[in-house]
């Protein structure tokens, strides 16, 4: 019996005798669209670069793959949440804060907050950031050179009052004969033990500046637990955004407690409806033709005008790491997007047999729902965007079936397509030119 045990336990305990586990992410906060917050509406208005309760961090030190910063804790951050934001990195990374592994986070390619209250003090306090090298998730990633130099993106530090806005965006809009009812979600989080009660404002600007919408709600939350307020907005038809009027409203939030507001936001929004019939999308309750090209998730502002002057009016973007400001252009200039999770195994072959593609591995599931469920989350908010890509050049199988119930579990209104499917059920019927 013994002599069992010890075989078993060999066999557990040799690499090369078992199947290797790919690493998951931990401490990270769940995906939620850019938030950004100032401590007054001025600020928030102007857009500053950086504010009281937000550090842009650009003065990083590389040496290899290791990046580290030293960032500052002001007073006025107590009682409040502190967080982490990194847009993008060339691979998995983890987060160090003053010397100590808080946070890994599997899926580079989206932006990724990490609340790291806990780990800082008041005054200097340091950041690092370890590139892997080489990516156990390089299989998924066939659009990158294996020469690439280890880089990181877009990085801040951000902090929010214990009850704070995690997240907003519009869930639906549905028109009459004349005007649309837009319904905008708000997600408050709050950090504290104990039960905790604040007052949340929603303004909504129409593009004149008139305003449309002023409401507040009062929310009680404990354990650390969160909540959607939902706001209601009647939009004139004619008003409404679409790719030949790319129409956005101005839409403000902040928080208060106890007599003091905690935080201020300011956000472009358009609202818009959109149906499916048998693969042909209405826009705004019209048929509308989807020419499309496909671009580059790093394409610059530029290049997508001269899309639109060539005739194009929607994108069908490639996988690859986020690039910020990519949707909001999108918004800005009337361009219909199909959003792109950053999934391509190309290198990987065609095959669904055990050792092919791991589209088809079981072992790469988590890989493949955490990557579709953090794109959706960055490109939810938008108008621009009017449907889900699943993959690129990625073969098909069980990962890509769970990844399309993934977005239909988060919603219904877009289509979800995959262009490899090969008449499989787990692509929606979307007619293109």
């Known amino acids: 019996m013994r002599t069992l045990l010890a075989t078993i336990a060999l066999f557990l305990l040799t690499p090369t005798l078992r199947a290797q586990e790919l690493p998951c992410s931990f401490g990270k906060e769940a995906p939620r669209s850019e938030v950004v917050v100032y401590p007054t509406e001025a600020e928030a208005t102007a857009g500053e670069r950086s504010s009281k309760y937000l550090t842009r961090l650009d003065g990083w030190t590389r040496e290899g793959n290791r990046f580290s910063t030293p960032f500052t804790v002001p007073f006025a951050w107590a009682n409040r949440q502190v967080f982490f934001h990194l847009s993008a990195a060339t691979a998995d990374y983890e987060v160090y804060v003053n010397g100590k592994r808080v946070a890994y986070n599997a899926n580079s390619c989206n932006p990724a907050d990490f609340n790291i209250t806990r780990h800082v003090h008041e005054g200097r306090n340091t950041l690092e950031v370890v590139v892997s090298t080489p990516s156990p998730f390089a299989p998924l990633e066939s659009w990158r050179e294996e020469s690439t130099q280890a880089a990181i993106g877009q990085t801040w530090v951000m902090s929010q009052p214990t009850m704070y806005i995690r997240d907003f965006f519009t869930t639906r809009t549905w028109m009459s004969d004349s005007t649309a009812m837009a319904e905008i ?249």
């Open 185 to 433: 979600a708000v997600v408050v989080k709050s950090g504290a033990l104990n039960p905790r009660t604040s007052r949340v404002y929603c303004e909504l600007l129409d593009p004149s500046g008139k305003q449309v919408l002023f409401d507040h709600k009062d929310l009680t939350l404990d354990m650390r637990r969160e909540d959607t307020l939902r706001f209601l907005a009647s939009i004139p038809k004619n008003l409404l955004w679409s790719d030949e009027l790319p129409t956005r409203y101005t839409l403000r939030l902040r928080t208060q407690h106890e007599g003091r507001y905690g935080e201020y936001i300011e956000a472009k929004m358009g609202f818009r409806t959109l149906e499916q019939r048998d693969g042909q999308l209405l826009l705004n309750g019209e048929p509308v033709t989807l020419r499309t090209v496909g671009v580059a998730p790093y394409a610059q502002p530029q290049e997508l005008a001269s899309l639109r002057e060539l005739g194009y009016n929607t994108l069908r973007v490639k996988a690859g790491a986020e690039v910020p400001g990519f949707y909001e252009t999108c918004d800005e200039l009337g361009l219909l997007v199909i959003a792109q999770a950053p999934l391509n195994t190309s290198r990987s072959g065609d095959s669904r047999r055990k050792g092919g593609n791991p589209t088809n591995a079981p072992e790469w599931k988590s890989a493949y729902i955490e990557r579709t469920t953090d794109s959706y989350h960055a490109a939810k908010r938008h108008p621009s965007v009017i449907a889900f890509s699943l993959a690129e050049n990625s073969s098909n199988g069980t990962n890509l079936y769970d990844s399309y119930l993934t977005i239909k579990g988060l919603e219904l209104e877009r289509p979800v397509i995959y262009t490899e499917a090969a008449g499989e059920w787990n692509s929606d019927k979307l007619v293109t030119e």
